[in-house]
Nanobody, 125 residues
């Protein structure tokens, strides 16, 4: 199971830090990612991190503003979001997969087997 938290209401230019805690003892075997879905839009990729944390991938829309990280000892993946914009408003989901992914596939939601319940992020202008 994945449990996401940390969402909320923030003004444009502000910051939030999302967390996603996984149950079980094999967290380090999973590639972890964040996706988001705005109202009336399709779910889109935000960021991904490799099993050991050495490789990260970002959507162009969040590069330079968001940082994904993980702590395998705490079974937790984080998404630090800085300089938030109104267009970042969405429900944010964490996702996990044990699949071996090429960089091109990190952004494909169908590659992920487990999903958290989502946490709402609202950025006011």
């Amino acid at each position: 199971q994945l449990q996401a938290s940390g969402g909320g209401l923030v003004q444009a230019g502000g910051s939030l830090r999302l967390s996603c805690v996984a149950s079980g003892r094999t967290f380090g075997r999973y590639v972890m990612s964040w996706f988001r879905q705005a109202a009336g839009k399709e779910r889109e990729f935000v960021a991904a991190i490799s099993r050991g944390g050495g490789d990260t991938y970002y959507a162009d829309s969040v590069k330079g503003r968001f940082t994904i990280s993980r702590d395998n000892a705490k079974n937790t993946v984080y998404l630090q979001m800085n300089n938030l914009k109104p267009e970042d408003t969405a429900v944010y989901y964490c996702a996990a997969t044990q699949a071996i992914l090429t960089p091109q596939r990190f952004s494909q939601s169908r590659q992920y087997d487990y999903w958290g319940q989502g946490t709402q992020v609202t950025v006011s202008s």
